[in-house]
């Protein structure tokens, strides 16, 4: 049986229902190849978004690049 899951908070969480008694003890095999060539999506990681109500932020593209227009000599 192969159950897709996501790795969340240090628990693995299946995508879909599983039908297992509670306690029931499994094996899980990585696959790293898979892993390493799908990038996670935006909307997974934790910043997506926090700026949204900051009005000195335009967009991420105009505050990295202004960032990168202040550090440099």
């Known amino acids: 049986m192969v159950i897709e899951a996501k790795y969340e908070n240090g628990v ?3 995508l879909v229902e599983v039908k297992l008694e509670e306690g ?3 094996e899980i095999h990585f696959n790293h ?3 390493a060539r799908k990038a996670p999506s935006i909307r ?3 910043f997506a ?3 949204a109500d900051r009005e000195d ?3 991420g593209v105009s505050y990295v690049n202004r960032l990168r227009d ?3 000599p």
């Open 33 to 35: 190849e898979q892993s």
């Open 24 to 26: 029931t003890t499994v």
């Open 57 to 59: 932020i335009e967009d």
């Open 44 to 46: 997974e990681l934790g």
């Open 12 to 14: 693995f969480k299946p």
């Open 49 to 51: 978004g926090m700026w």
């Open 70 to 72: 202040q550090s440099r």
